[in-house]
């Protein structure tokens, strides 16, 4: 796994770094961002196996980031799980919609964050869409 480096992107502090300690814990490489063009930034440094993106930001918010990264030739494979307290429907099938490859409400538990993780990057590893 520590070659499956994650991004976490949301503007809380605490649920973002609770994230990042969760996923360091289960080995993955984990990078922080606080906003959707911090997220960008650090995309241009790091390649990323999946990003856990919230949707509500300032400045671009998640869904507008969401975009960004499908309209980029050289993300646009790249697992985007969306992560919000928006936990009704439509709000997912929008993130869907959007291109989002999962949906994870918050607060999380520990063990769907990681089981829906591990489930996305699986299917990303046998995607022959994904770039190595």
């Known amino acids: 796994m520590a ?3 994650i991004l976490v992107v949301d503007d809380d ?3 973002r770094g609770l994230a990042a300690t969760v996923l ?6 984990v990078r922080q961002a606080g906003s ?3 997220a960008f930034e650090v995309l241009e440094r790091n390649r990323c196996a999946l990003v856990l993106l919230d949707i509500n930001m300032p400045g671009l918010d998640g869904w507008q980031t969401l975009r960004l990264i499908r309209a980029d030739e050289r993300l646009r494979a790249l697992p985007v799980v969306m992560f ?7 709000h ?8 989002a490859t999962d949906y994870l409400s918050k607060p999380f538990v520990v063990d769907e964050l990681l089981r829906r993780v591990r489930s996305v990057l ?3 590893h046998d995607s022959p869409a994904v770039q190595r």
């Open 92 to 99: 997912k099938l929008t993130s869907l919609q959007e291109g």
């Open 13 to 15: 502090r605490d649920i």
């Open 36 to 38: 959707g063009a911090e």
């Open 3 to 5: 070659d499956e480096r």
């Open 24 to 29: 360091a814990d289960a080995g993955y490489d």
């Open 84 to 90: 919000s307290v928006k936990s009704e429907v439509r």
């Open 122 to 124: 699986d299917a990303a």
